[in-house]
DNA sequence: GAGACTTGTCACAAATGTGTCACATTAAAT
DNA sequence: ATTTAATGTGACACATTTGTGACAAGTCTC
């Protein structure tokens, strides 16, 4: 679904948050400190951040414009988060380009929505949602997958696991990886879900269905060159 | 780039959000109350007008009206600044030209994706007031639509409904864009009145009803060819 | 004020998507 | 070659989403 990175020095705050994105299906990541923050950051590009103002290492604020000058990482939604709540410095926080601001302490239900709100706003509308290769186009502003130009019928799951292969396309997914990303799954759960998805997007996809190669024990893995031939 | 008007009384609002748009690079004008936005907005022609509502001297709709009255201004994309909370009957009346909405309060940022995307909406789609596609034409001066030549009764709401689905035919509408953009709920309110409407919709088509086509856990798509042949 | 519209909500029906299971098949390990 | 574990596959039940008709509140017209 999407990904989010919680910034927090407090662990108990970030467990906190943790377990309710995690029951919404939201794939989480965490940071202690504003240098690991923008580690993870610019490594998993998250698709929003729970950034805490008050930080150790590098405070929030630091983060933010090291983010926002990053051309990869400056795409990502910011929600920010501080003990204080004062209006001037929610209007410096937002004018510096957050999406949102939160003050501590926060009902999770209340974050919950905010987060929900961003997401659909920010989440639709990437730029560069195209990929493309020759056969196929995935268009993930449409939501559509068109195969030698044909548009292939995809349910949302679908769409979102061929998503997630595709964009990382000629590299291994693990199993483990795929449950979170798409189902939320954070235990390795015993599931023959993703099993049963996989042998339905190889079927929508025909002729090209070998192009989903399993990786046994490991995972999945979409070629984007067809290897067959 | 692109020229911005805003309208509004509180010069915070307009400078926060004047700030903002210099930032990303586009020419911004400002106007306190109705009748100077008027003035500029004929003088100067932006591209885009953030109208706020409440406004001393002239009101956000005789603004709005006048500047559509006028072919000069007539084709400026138009978003509304709407306090929240239940639009009111003149909203609904009126909102027909308007490109969006945002509520009050709202972040920044939330504002400048939505600017981004009526701009980019405007330009791919000139925004002529009638569009015709063969079998039917739907002119948003009268406020008619008209099927095979022959008129169509709608109601507003469905009129609103079909010009949204009309001009970004062959498009996915997300549930929760349709909601925003015709009713001006911001969150994702569970609602079921888009199903009813899009249903009233299709049996008013009569055999063109299918060309509204159900994206489950999506939203709705106007087919622009009829498919079923 | 009566009557015709319009519109949002509700309850229920229909359609569709999804996860699990049992069993078949395949690949790896010994 | 045999065993073992992982994956493929079809069937099925359940959950979720959408379609639909009815209804009540609100508007508008006359």
Tied chains: 1, 2.
Aim: proline residues 3%; glycine residues 6%.
């Amino acid at each position: 679904m999407a990904t989010i990175l919680i910034v927090d020095d407090e662990q108990d705050i970030r467990e906190l948050i943790a377990m309710n994105l995690q029951r919404e299906a939201y794939d989480v990541l965490e940071a202690a400190d504003g240098l690991e923050a923008v580690a993870i950051a610019k490594k998993e590009l998250p698709d929003l951040i729970l950034l805490d103002l008050m930080l150790p290492e590098k405070d929030g604020y630091g983060v933010f414009q090291d983010l926002k000058a990053n051309k990869k990482t400056q795409p990502i939604a910011i929600i920010m988060l501080t003990a204080r709540g004062k209006l001037d410095e929610r209007i410096m926080g937002l004018s510096l380009g957050a999406d949102d601001y939160v003050c501590k302490p926060f009902s999770p239900k209340e974050l919950m929505l905010r987060i929900k709100n961003v997401l659909s706003r920010v989440q639709t509308h990437p730029a560069g949602a195209i990929t493309q290769n020759g056969d196929f186009k995935l268009d993930k502003n449409e939501l559509k997958f068109y195969l030698c130009g044909e548009e292939i019928d995809l349910t949302i799951t679908e769409f979102k696991l061929l998503v997630v292969l595709i964009e990382s396309a000629d590299t291994v997914q693990e199993r483990g990886d795929l449950l979170r990303r798409i189902w939320g799954y954070n235990d390795m759960i015993q599931t023959r879900t993703l099993d049963t998805h996989i042998k339905r997007l190889r079927e929508k996809l025909g002729s090209h269905g070998n192009r989903i190669e399993t990786l046994r024990s490991v995972g999945y893995q979409f070629n984007s060159s067809d290897s067959s031939n």
